[in-house]
């Protein structure tokens, strides 16, 4: 577990955290980033074609992989920087707080 109150700005810290806080629940944003990324791969032949090539196991893998990368991304490009604070997770523009994921950690 990463989840502890910090500010960060680069992709790794952003991965680490999106891992950490897939287990919570993730905000209308972030359902959003993720129906579009669906989307996306779901158009990409050549992404279709090599996970066709996998047993459903390393599938999972992969999409699971593949969907906290693209996620990361498009965060990145979103945000400045981003802030944990008490569990939960937000992306920072121009001063604004959006809530991505937060997570009950009882």
Do not use: P, W
């Not at 680069?10 to 944003?29: C, K, N, P, R």
């Not at 196991?57 to 965060?75: C, G, H, N, Y």
């Not at 979103?78 to 997570?103: A, P, R, V």
Request: no cysteine; net charge negative; glycine share 2%.
């Amino acid at each position: 577990m990463f989840i502890k109150n910090q500010e960060f700005s680069d992709e790794e810290t952003l991965l680490e955290a999106i891992f950490d806080f897939s287990l919570g629940e993730a905000s209308a944003y972030i359902l959003q980033l993720k129906s579009i990324i669906q989307s996306e791969l779901k158009g990409n032949k050549v992404f279709q074609e090599y996970r066709a090539t996998l047993d459903e196991e390393s599938r999972e893998a992969l999409d699971d992989e593949e969907m906290e990368i693209r996620l990361a991304e498009k965060l990145m490009v979103k945000f400045h920087n981003f802030k944990i604070y008490k569990q939960q997770l937000f992306g920072i523009k121009d001063d604004q707080e959006t809530l991505l994921y937060s997570i009950d950690l009882v």
